[in-house]
T-cell receptor, first 113, second 114 residues
């Protein structure tokens, strides 16, 4: 079946530190992969996506590469800011049906000044 | 920028009561979804809706749940007789299409069943 596993949080970093949030997946088909971010009190906002192997999604300094061989889609940012503090969700979309999404459990990131 | 909106933001209800959660999807989107997140757990798919009918539903989406698009803008989730375990954050989402399409999520409704 389809599932997403992402690293447990919370992750606490100092400003300008390097960020990696690990995400691995299992899928029966060939999914698209997404990272969503949830700021306090707000909904899920798309951060980036990748639709095929070796694609790199990027936005706001965040990057993630679709690695089919390792079934991974790790989120990285070279220098985090306090404003990046949020919960990050990795997700895959089921290409066999009506685009049902499967989410990871979310990783809370705290960035300290 | 167009966005998905949801009302209310919070709802408290007594066990056994009916609740209706409302969503206004992005206007040119054709596919609509409900997800829920029980505190501390994953965001889970409930149901997808297209062309005025359910296209897919999960095991969670039993006879107590129903969805409706009563007019050209609203998309509602009804829980007929709420249970304690229905307490969760409920997210509405919409997308233009299905294949490789991004889903756009609303801010959620936090439902508390007492």
């Amino acid at each position: 079946g389809n599932s997403v596993t992402q690293m447990e949080g919370p992750v606490t970093l100092s400003e300008e530190a390097f960020l990696t949030i690990n995400c691995t997946y299992t899928a029966t088909g060939y999914p698209s992969l997404f990272w969503y971010v949830q700021y306090p009190g707000e909904g899920l906002q798309l951060l980036l996506k990748a639709t095929k192997a070796d694609d790199k999604g990027s936005n706001k300094g965040f990057e993630a590469t679709y690695r089919k061989e390792t079934t991974s889609f790790h989120l990285e940012k070279g220098s985090v800011q306090v404003s990046d503090s949020a919960v990050y969700f990795c997700a895959l979309s089921d290409q066999e049906g009506f685009n049902k999404f499967y989410f990871g459990s979310g990783t809370k990131l705290n960035v300290k000044p | 920028e167009p966005e998905v909106t949801q009302t209310p933001s919070h709802q408290v209800t007594q066990m056994g009561q009916e609740v209706i959660l409302r969503c206004v999807p992005i206007s040119n989107h054709l596919y609509f979804y409900w997800y829920r997140q029980i505190l501390g757990q994953k965001v889970e798919f409930l149901v997808s809706f297209y062309n005025n009918e359910i296209s897919e539903k999960s095991e969670i989406f039993d006879d107590q749940f129903s969805v409706e698009r009563p007019d050209g803008s609203n998309f509602t989730l009804k829980i007929r007789s709420t249970k304690l375990e229905d307490s969760a954050m409920y997210f509405c989402a919409s997308s233009e299409g299905t294949v490789q399409e991004t889903q756009y999520f609303g801010p959620g409704t936090r439902l508390l069943v007492l």
